[in-house]
């Protein structure tokens, strides 16, 4: 049988936004990344995708996103974007991951 897999995991993080009402300058937030992936079959499956997600997690944990992803926009819209880059490749079936702060989300669906 198979089923869907959702995950959340949180980090504080920094950024700024050039021109944006909240976020013009440099402040840090507490973040939440939701991954949910279909067709999962095993536990062992499940591990992968806690394992994957987790390193992705360490990285940003306590950093400035600006600094991370310096082609990027570290909007909730484009850390999605830019999760979604990093992830799609060691997660099979992912379908959609979530970003938010307390004051916004974003989510990108395959
Ligand atoms: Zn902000």
């Not at 897999?5 to 840090?28: D, E, K, M, N, W």
Request: aromatic share 6%; glycine share 10%; net charge negative.
């Amino acid at each position: 049988m198979k089923h869907t897999y959702t995950i959340a995991r949180q980090f504080a993080a920094g950024h700024s936004l050039v021109g944006h009402p909240l976020c013009r300058h440099q402040h840090g937030h507490d973040w939440t990344i939701t991954v949910t992936v279909s067709g999962i079959k095993s536990i062992d499956e499940q591990g992968l995708i806690r394992s994957k997600l987790g390193d992705f997690v360490d990285e940003c944990r306590g950093k400035n996103l600006n600094e991370l992803n310096p082609a990027g926009t570290p909007s909730v819209q484009g850390i999605a974007m830019w999760a979604w880059e990093r992830l799609v490749m060691g997660i099979p079936n992912l379908e959609s991951i979530e970003i938010s702060t307390s004051e916004e989300s974003a989510r990108v669906t395959l």
